[in-house]
């Protein structure tokens, strides 16, 4: 079965930098999409970081010019620098795969990993 698995969360204090990475297992014909989400308390799940089969990457306004991501071939990682405490949240690591050619792709979400940014 497909499972991914988040790591690198922890305190860091603001103005700081934190990288995470995800590594995905399984047996998996194509992965069309890896993407970074992340959940605050009494706030809806947001994207953060997508990253494509084109290779093109996304952002949205409030983490571009401080967040990126990057992939290899299991793993999808997210470079997080200069925080700020409202990037505290538990982030998921997300990929929309396909396991074989003959099934439709599916979604798939990591447990998460808590990230707190206090000084």
């Known amino acids: 079965q497909v499972q991914l698995a988040e790591s690198g969360g922890g305190l860091v204090q603001p103005g700081g930098s934190l990288r995470l990475s995800c590594t995905i297992s399984?047996?998996?014909?194509?992965?069309?999409?890896m993407a970074w989400y992340r959940q605050a308390p009494g706030k809806q799940r947001e994207s953060v970081a997508m990253?494509?089969?084109?290779?093109s990457e996304s952002y949205p306004d409030f983490v571009k010019g401080r967040f990126t991501i990057s992939r290899a071939e299991n793993t999808v990682s997210l470079q997080m620098t200069n925080l700020k405490p409202e990037d505290t949240a538990i982030y998921f690591c997300?990929?929309?795969?396909?396991?074989?050619?003959?099934?439709?792709?599916?979604?798939?979400w990591g447990q998460g990993t808590q990230v707190t940014v206090s000084s």
């Open positions: 997300y990929a929309l795969i396909r396991v074989s050619a003959n099934l439709p792709y599916s979604n798939y």
């Open positions: 990253f494509t089969q084109s290779a």
């Open positions: 399984g047996s998996i014909n194509h992965i069309a999409t």
